[in-house]
Every structure is written in C-alpha cells, then in structure tokens.
T-cell receptor
Framework: AQTVTQSQPEMSVQEAETVTLSCTYDTSESDYYLFWYKQPPSRQMILVIRQEAYKQQNATENRFSVNFQKAAKSFSLKISDSQLGDAAMYFCACYDYKLSFGAGTTVTVRA | GAVVSQHPSWVICKSGTSVKIECRSLDFQATTMFWYRQFPKQSLMLMATSNEGSKATYEQGVEKDKFLINHASLTLSTLTVTSAHPEDSSFYIC???????????????FGEGSWLTVV
C-alpha cells in the first residue's frame, strides 16, 4: 500500500526567511516519482517541484529545493527567501501506479 | 504547459438526480486519469484511476455504482455522480498523465476542479 505522510498541519514563516516542510512516504514500487504541489485558495493545483526516485541529486526550482532521502523515504521541501505569494496549502505526493497525496501543510507568510 | 480542462466549474443539482463532470486533456493524450474528491481544508482523496478503454480502478470505500467513471478516449474521462445526495457535495478534481509516461519533462496535470452542490 502507498502512503504519504505530512506531519505539519501548519507552518508560519517570516517574509524572506526559509521554511522546510516535511514529508515521508511508503511504496513497494522501485520506480516512482515524488512531487510537491501548491494549492492556493483558487484550488488550482500548481506543481512546485518533482523528483525521480532513480535520481540521487536533489531537485531544485529557483527558491524551492528538496531533500530526498531515499533510504529513509523522506522528501522535504525547502522554500528559501519566502514571499507573500508563497502562502498556500502544500501537498506532498507520490506516484507509482497511482498518485496519492499527504494531508497537506498550510503555509502562512508574515510580512 | 499541458492543459487539462474540467467542466463544469460549478454545478448545483437536486437530490436524487445525476450529474456528469468532464475532464479533457487539451494538448496531449492521457492514457491514465485520476479522480479526486477534496473536502474543505483537507487533502485530495483519490477516488479512482481511469485507464483509457478499460474499467476504472476504484479505491477502497468508493462506491462504484454511485461514482461512474468512463474513459472512452485518450482525451476525455467523465465522472457521473448518480442519485446525488447532499453528502456528495464537494470539490472534485481530475488529473491526467501524459501517454508518454513520466520521463523527465513530463508530469501529471490537473484540471481546475468542479464544485458540486446537491440541494
């Protein structure tokens, strides 16, 4: 069975500071992909970053980077230089033969 | 980037009637589509995985006869909520996987979602 766990319901960060969102997953498949999605109040799902499990190098996208620890099945997201527009719900997701989501973390950015 | 269109965005229906939600991939062929339900401030709950030309695979606890999913073509999947009741009111969202799979550069794309209100 595939599970994705996000243990932080809410996180708050000062503008321009850094925040890290945690995620652990479990899958029996050897080939899988990991994602972080952002969901603003509009409910549109926005891809933040993706990681192929076969790649050891951590993915980065501008201010967003991940710490992928395959043995520990951990996939955390770091948001650097936080901006007001980063405020949203963030979901960690794992795709093997289906795409499953964690419970989500609400990020608020303080001006 | 690739676009997935979901229609309607909002729908209100009477209790006991059926309502259909469409999910279309506009510029790619989607062999697999996923349907989710999301309650306020909660996660996306996977309802079923829809593969083109075959029966959908439903998650445990999801009623197959109530939530009919059809994936008749490589660009269209539909979710029909049959005999809708107020407790079916929710936000439904689809996603589609490019036929090419998930090599680098491809990903899974989401529709805009559909709000269903059953009165």
């Amino acid at each position: 069975a595939q599970t994705v766990t996000q243990s932080q319901p809410e996180m708050s960060v000062q503008e321009a500071e850094t925040v890290t969102l945690s995620c652990t997953y479990d899958t029996s498949e050897s080939d899988y992909y990991l994602f972080w999605y952002k969901q603003p109040p509009s409910r549109q799902m926005i891809l933040v970053i993706r990681q192929e499990a076969y790649k050891q190098q951590n993915a980065t996208e501008n201010r967003f980077s991940v710490n992928f620890q395959k043995a520990a099945k951990s996939f955390s997201l770091k948001i650097s230089d936080s901006q007001l527009g980063d405020a949203a719900m963030y979901f960690c997701a794992c795709y093997d033969y289906k795409l499953s989501f964690g419970a989500g973390t609400t990020v608020t950015v303080r001006a | 980037g690739a676009v997935v269109s979901q229609h309607p965005s909002w729908v209100i229906c009477k209790s006991g009637t059926s309502v259909k939600i469409e999910c279309r991939s506009l510029d790619f062929q989607a062999t697999t589509m996923f349907w989710y339900r999301q309650f306020p401030k909660q996660s996306l709950m996977l309802m079923a995985t829809s593969n083109e030309g075959s029966k959908a695979t439903y998650e445990q606890g999801v009623e197959k006869d109530k939530f009919l999913i059809n994936h008749a073509s490589l660009t269209l999947s539909t979710l029909t909520v049959t005999s809708a009741h107020p407790e079916d009111s929710s936000f439904y969202i689809c996603s589609a996987r490019d036929r090419a799979g998930l090599p680098p550069g491809n990903t899974i794309y989401f529709g805009e979602g559909s709000w269903l209100t059953v009165v």
